[in-house]
């Protein structure tokens, strides 16, 4: 069934902070099947939209939508993140934990990343030495097996040195 554009605004008006509805409760207040309004919410969220699951409680909703408040908030200054907040319905510490949490979500800051570059390629270097040394080694190796084995062979054809 097909919609009107007034009554899908008005729907999602109602998924979204500050409401937050769930989508049992728009179900029960506007009749659109819970399958449509699923995807239509789907649909914000890929539009980076917040489009929170109808939870009350700020800490249970998903990753995703944290993030996308998160991605949202980022350019803004304190006032406006305040602004933001009050439309959305949340606590400004809340976003910035969130912002926190994604931040270190990469493993830490940009410094550590160089750090571990630059060991990774102090690492390959050893590593290349090591194995242009055991190259060397080996080739050493050979070369007295082939002596050892020339040597004896000459020995068998021609007796030993002492004998003379």
């Not at 649909?43 to 409680?57: D, I, M």
């Not at 493993?107 to 390629?121: F, I, M, Y």
Request: include cysteine; glycine fraction near 4%.
């Amino acid at each position: 069934m097909a919609y009107s554009k007034e009554i899908k605004a008005v729907a999602i008006k109602m998924m979204l902070p500050p409401n937050s509805k769930p989508l049992s409760h728009i179900n029960e207040q506007t009749n659109i099947p819970i399958a449509t309004l699923t995807k239509w919410r789907e649909e914000l969220r890929r539009n980076g939209h917040a489009a929170p699951s109808g939870e009350e409680q700020t800490e249970k909703w998903s990753s995703r939508d944290k993030f996308l408040i998160v991605v949202e908030t980022m350019p803004m200054n304190e006032a406006e993140l305040s602004e933001y907040c009050r439309l959305k319905g949340l606590f400004p510490e809340q976003v910035k934990q969130w912002q926190d949490a994604c931040q270190e979500a990469n493993g830490g800051t940009a410094t550590d990343l160089v750090e571990a570059s630059r060991h990774q390629r102090a690492v390959e270097k050893e590593l290349k030495v090591v194995r242009k040394e055991l190259q060397r080694k080996e080739s050493a190796l050979a070369e007295a097996a082939a002596l050892l084995v020339l040597s004896k062979k000459a020995e068998a054809i021609w007796g030993t040195h002492d004998e003379e």
